[in-house]
């Protein structure tokens, strides 16, 4: 069953990892799939590859969220294509793994503004042209286990998921009267180029892998299944809720 039949969904960081996956599976559900990227022209084709292989129409733009203008045009070339927005999964992100103490300002800010200020312009951005066509829409926001727990090397980091997820709750209550749901997910630890680096430490990843009941840290397209459900009609009253998808780590504590 297709669960995104004749939908239009953007997906924001959608070159690598789980938006790639969540890109490529909305197409698989029968949408046309717009993405945002930031910096890897080819994966990013490789990503319309994918989508336009699923016989849906795809469309790459560039541009840095934390930048307040790119969402509004991004959301401007998405139309320009394909007339309308019903789907926003704003996933992009960074995670540029840091000690409290020493921690930069540069790295702090670039992480606050990339993570949080970046999903609050696309979901307003989103939002507006939603409210425009009348018809309702749902945003999903890629938020974190970290919107519940703590990293030693995430100060900067997890703040910016507990936003993200902070703002999804809200947004659900200012656009309900749209039709419009908000609902983050909040993934556990997934293989990808956001902690290649991280879990190279094979004593690390091997800790981590320990703390999950199902015996395996996640791949991308284990988000796919919960993103096209909550992006779907199949949610129609999920709101103001989030997901935790994380193979059982988060009530793993003995
Ligand atoms: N992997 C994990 O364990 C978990 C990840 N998450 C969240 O999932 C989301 C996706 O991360 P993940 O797939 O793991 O990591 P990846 O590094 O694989 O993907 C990150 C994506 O975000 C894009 N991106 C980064 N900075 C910007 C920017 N300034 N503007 C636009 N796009 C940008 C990247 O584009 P490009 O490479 O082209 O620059 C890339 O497409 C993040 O929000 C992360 O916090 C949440 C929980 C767990
Ligand atoms: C990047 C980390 O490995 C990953 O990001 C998250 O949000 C998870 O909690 C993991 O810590």
């Given at each position: 069953?297709?669960?995104?039949?004749?939908?239009?969904?953007?997906?924001?960081?959608?070159?690598?990892?789980?938006?790639r996956?969540?890109?490529?599976?909305?197409?698989?559900?029968?949408?046309?799939?717009?993405?945002?990227?930031?910096?890897?022209?080819?994966?990013?084709e490789?990503?319309?590859?994918?989508?336009?292989?699923?016989?849906?129409?795809?469309l790459?733009?560039?541009?840095?969220?934390?930048?307040?203008?790119?969402?509004?045009d991004?959301v401007?070339k998405?139309?320009?294509?394909?007339g309308?927005?019903?789907?926003?999964?704003?996933?992009?992100?960074?995670?540029?793994?840091?000690?409290?103490l020493?921690?930069?300002?540069?790295?702090?800010?670039?992480?606050?503004?990339?993570?949080?200020h970046?999903?609050?312009?696309?979901?307003?951005?989103a939002?507006?042209?939603?409210?425009?066509?009348?018809?309702?829409?749902?945003?999903?926001?890629?938020?974190?286990?970290?919107?519940?727990?703590g990293?030693?090397?995430?100060?900067?980091?997890?703040?910016?998921?507990?936003?993200?997820?902070?703002?999804?709750?809200?947004?659900?209550?200012?656009?309900?009267?749209?039709?419009i749901?908000?609902?983050?997910?909040?993934p556990?630890?997934?293989l990808?180029?956001?902690?290649?680096?991280?879990?190279?430490?094979?004593?690390?990843?091997?800790?981590?892998?320990?703390?999950?009941?199902?015996?395996?840290?996640g791949?991308?397209?284990?988000?796919?299944?919960?993103?096209?459900?909550?992006?779907?009609?199949?949610?129609?009253?999920?709101?103001?809720?989030?997901?935790?998808?994380?193979?059982?780590?988060?009530?793993?504590?003995q």
């Open positions: 069953m297709k669960l995104l039949e004749g939908k239009t969904v953007l997906v924001t960081g959608a070159s690598t990892g789980i938006g996956a969540a890109a490529i599976g909305a197409a698989q559900h029968g949408a046309d799939v717009v993405i945002n990227y930031h910096s890897r022209d080819e994966d990013a490789a990503c319309i590859a994918a989508i336009e292989a699923t016989g849906q129409r795809g790459a733009v560039k541009g840095d969220v934390a930048e307040p203008d790119t969402a509004k991004f401007a998405a139309v320009e294509a394909f309308k927005v019903d789907v926003m999964v704003n996933n992009a992100g960074i995670c540029p793994f840091h000690a409290f020493d921690m930069p300002v540069e790295t702090f800010e670039r992480t606050m503004r990339v993570n949080m970046g999903a609050y312009f696309m979901v307003q951005a939002a507006n042209q939603m409210v425009a066509q009348g018809h309702g829409g749902a945003i999903v926001a890629v938020s974190s286990i970290s919107a519940l727990v990293g030693e090397y995430q100060t900067h980091y997890t703040p910016t998921k507990a936003g993200v997820h902070s703002l999804m709750q809200s947004t659900a209550i200012a656009l309900g009267k749209y039709k749901r908000c609902n983050s997910l909040l556990g630890t997934i990808t180029e956001i902690n290649k680096d991280d879990l190279a430490d094979d004593a690390k990843r091997t800790y981590m892998e320990s703390r999950v009941p199902l015996g395996r840290l791949a991308p397209e284990d988000m796919v299944g919960p993103i096209v459900f909550l992006a779907s009609d199949m949610a129609a009253y999920v709101t103001g809720a989030a997901l935790l998808v994380d193979g059982g780590m988060f009530v793993n504590l």
